[in-house]
C-alpha cells in the first residue's frame, strides 16, 4: 500500500514536471516570435 503511494507520489510529480517544462517551452517560442 505505501510503495503504491510512493510510485503514484513519483509519477505525479514527474508529470507536473514535464509538463511545466513544456509550457515554459512553448511559453519561449512564442515569446521569441512575437
Do not use: C, H
Not at 505505501?2 to 517560442?29: I, K, S
Amino acid at each position: 500500500m505505501l510503495t503504491l503511494l510512493f510510485v503514484f507520489t513519483a509519477v505525479a510529480l514527474l508529470t507536473g514536471w514535464l509538463v511545466t517544462l513544456e509550457l515554459r517551452r512553448e511559453r519561449a517560442r512564442t515569446g521569441g516570435e512575437s
